[in-house]
């Protein structure tokens, strides 16, 4: 299938208008800030900046506006999750403290600013853990945090249907030890990590694609679109079977001097 079909499918089925885009809650945004900056978030000060790469419609975006001073600038390529974003924030009062740009994350062009956080929930598959975190190191000032979540495995012995349905979808996923060794050689170091709960998965994201998918509507006689629709039936049903085996992680890390 060619590239602009697919992303056409992928945009319609995981629409602007779905709470999030990607599995994440508050509560976990919340407990990752404070492994890096204390319980309360306090002591951080008004001139402080956050990059959010991969925001989709800011789900999250707007809990780190909420929970964090300063200002945040929210990226993402897909024109209509940015002005979702933005409708959010106005209606939470928010607007004034989030910056949107549509762009690739591949070339960020950010004119030599820098920022105290780099964020990135759900959306550093696109390029890849390796590839990413060098990137990403030279947004940061000295001794800038990061934190990404990223599909991994976290237990050895998944079944077979588990491991070959991503063997297939995401090839690159690995397991924990892996990213931890990634982190380090890229100049970071790990400042904590945990797994999202499932809720975070089921009732945060699931819940709403699958009813999403109930009314969506692939065009008549294209077999491509209903593909789509039913890998990511799949998809959904093997977290449902196979939670204990992959998740997400959020890993939390700080710029090593150099
Ligand atoms: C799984 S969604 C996660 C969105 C959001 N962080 C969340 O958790 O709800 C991944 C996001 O990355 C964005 N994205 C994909 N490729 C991108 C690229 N090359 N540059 C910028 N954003 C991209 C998508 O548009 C989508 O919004």
């Known amino acids: 299938m060619n590239h602009d079909k697919l992303m056409r499918i992928i945009h319609d089925v995981f629409h602007p208008s779905l709470p999030r885009l990607g599995p994440g809650?508050?509560?976990?945004t919340r407990r990752a800030l404070e492994m890096l900056y204390g319980a309360g978030l306090e002591g951080l000060g008004e001139d402080f900046r956050v990059l959010d790469i991969g925001c989709g419609n800011g789900a999250q975006t707007l809990h780190l506006a909420a929970?964090?001073?300063?200002?945040?600038?929210a990226v993402d390529d897909h024109q209509p999750y940015l002005d979702e974003l933005v409708r959010r924030a106005r209606a939470q009062g928010l607007a004034d403290r989030i910056e949107t740009r549509c762009a690739?994350?591949?070339?960020l062009d950010l004119g030599g600013e820098t920022f105290d956080l780099v964020w990135a929930e759900g959306s550093i598959f696109v390029m890849g853990v390796p590839q990413a975190l060098p990137?990403?190191?030279?947004?940061?000032?000295?001794?800038?945090?990061?934190?990404?979540?990223?599909?991994?495995?976290?237990?050895?012995?998944?079944?077979?249907?588990?491991?070959?349905f991503f063997a297939a979808e995401y090839p690159p996923m690995v397991g924990v030890a892996d990213h931890l060794a990634a982190?380090?050689?890229?100049?970071?170091?790990?400042?904590?990590r945990f797994t999202l709960p499932e809720s975070?998965?089921?009732?945060?994201?699931?819940?709403?694609?699958?009813?999403?998918l109930?009314?969506?509507?692939?065009?008549?006689d294209d077999p491509e679109s209903?593909?789509?629709?039913?890998?990511?039936?799949?998809?959904?049903?093997?977290?449902?079977?196979?939670?204990?085996?992959?998740?997400?992680v959020f890993f939390l890390m700080r710029t090593r001097d150099r």
Do not use: N, Q
């Open 25 to 28: 809650d508050e509560g976990s």
């Open 67 to 73: 929970m964090l001073p300063g200002r945040v600038t």
């Open 104 to 107: 690739d994350m591949t070339g």
């Open 135 to 164: 990137a990403w190191r030279s947004f940061l000032k000295p001794g800038g945090c990061l934190g990404f979540t990223e599909l991994t495995w976290i237990e050895d012995g998944a079944p077979d249907e588990c491991r070959e």
């Open 183 to 192: 982190i380090a050689e890229c100049g970071y170091d790990l400042v904590g």
């Open 200 to 212: 975070s998965w089921l009732e945060s994201f699931y819940d709403s694609v699958a009813r999403r």
């Open 214 to 220: 109930e009314t969506y509507e692939p065009p008549v």
């Open 226 to 248: 209903e593909a789509i629709v039913e890998r990511i039936h799949r998809e959904i049903g093997m977290y449902r079977k196979y939670s204990r085996w992959y998740g997400y």
